[in-house]
């Protein structure tokens, strides 16, 4: 097939990890032709000049070389040329369910809305759009076990603000020199990152399905949660004390923390089941074949 995807991007950057580049590449894999239209404006040092409708026009006019077109999650964007949008088209809603009203009027103008949220989901039908649970997944060439990484943290995190921030800093009050946080500039240097740790501490500001558990297990970490809604179908995802752990408050993740540093092999045993769970059915290919699917429908 022929595949067009619209998405923001830094065109400038290393072509190792966007997400654009992510799908590009997979559908590629699978013998798929693609071209990537980029709807950030960015000038010669790479630096972000906001959004532009100039690559979206240049796809309208040359959209019926395509069989399909996919457009990435793109924040608050909205244009009226999305209107002359004239074949097969899918957005996918990544940003859910933050931004689901925005999302909901740019839904309106494709045929198909892919979510990560379940919830977000049967919202979207609910408003008579056929919409799909198109959950998390991680690019296992970037987010992998790295042997030559030494794990020198018994827990680690990424703060996302508050109250992200807020249990970070009671984690580095608490467990001190055992415990680091940071928020890493690059998919690779947070890779990097989450190989240091033997727990990576996920916690969901919004209580929506993120990437981090998966990207978190895809390092063959075990991955600690903030116990979420069962509407988000994380349940379904990453089984209870088998997958990952999960917790329900501040103190209760630091006292799993401190539970699992004194049973290192519960780590590795969930942590090994948590990886499984990721590569076998949370990869960018699994999530490409379904899309396939979904145009296969249209």
Known sequence: MRVAIIAGFNDLDYKGWTRAFAFADQFEFLGHQVQTFNLYKIDECGNYLGYTDDQLRDFITQQKDFDFVLLLDCINFISPLFAYIDIPSIIETANDPVAFMQNINKAQYFDVVISPDKRCVENYRNNGLDAHWFKPWVDPNIHLPLQDCITDKLAVGIPEGWPGE???????TKLRELWENKKPTTRYDLNKFLNRGKIIFCHSKHGGLINLPFEAAACSRLVLMNRLHADTGIYDLFKENVDAVYYTSWKDALNKIRYYENNPNEIK????????KVINHHTIGHRVSEIIEIVQGI
């Open 166 to 172: 807020g249990v970070h800093h009671f984690m580095n």
């Open 269 to 276: 045993i969930i942590a090994e089941s948590g990886w499984r």
